[in-house]
């Protein structure tokens, strides 16, 4: 499986961003994906896991703000970011996991995006 994450971008305080995440393969509905992102000088750290019934799981920071969805169809799944705060900045990346239940462990997932940069401005 290879992931592409995009739609990263920079935006102010209080805004919002939809990243997504195309993966290719034809066993993408039988994974579940996550993201996590990492910040400059911190370790990378769980956001949304979502299985592959479309059960959602989020860190507490996000629970409220963001949503994790997926389009099976099309192979993508999706992180809906709203109320964006500063602290939100970090590269997010996209991953998924064979097993196809939802993890906050990034030592579950089989397979990594690249990331793309995320930039909230005070």
């Known amino acids: 499986v290879q992931l592409q994450a995009s739609g990263g971008g920079l935006v102010q305080a209080g805004g919002s961003l939809s990243p997504s995440c195309a993966a290719s393969?034809?066993?993408?509905?039988?994974?579940?994906m996550g993201w996590f992102r990492q910040a400059p000088g911190k370790e990378r750290e769980f956001v949304a896991s979502?299985?592959?019934?479309?059960?959602?799981y989020y860190a507490d920071s996000v629970k409220g703000r963001f949503i994790i969805s997926r389009d099976n169809a099309k192979n993508t799944v999706y992180l809906q970011m709203n109320s964006l705060k500063p602290e939100d900045t970090a590269v997010y990346y996209c991953?998924?996991?064979?097993?196809?239940?939802?993890?906050?462990?990034?030592?579950?997932?089989?397979?990594w995006g690249q990331g793309t940069q995320v930039t909230v401005s005070s």
């Open positions: 991953a998924a996991r064979s097993s196809g239940w939802f993890s906050a462990s990034s030592y579950d997932y089989d397979y």
């Open positions: 393969g034809r066993t993408f509905s039988r994974y579940a």
């Open positions: 979502i299985s592959w019934s479309g059960i959602t």
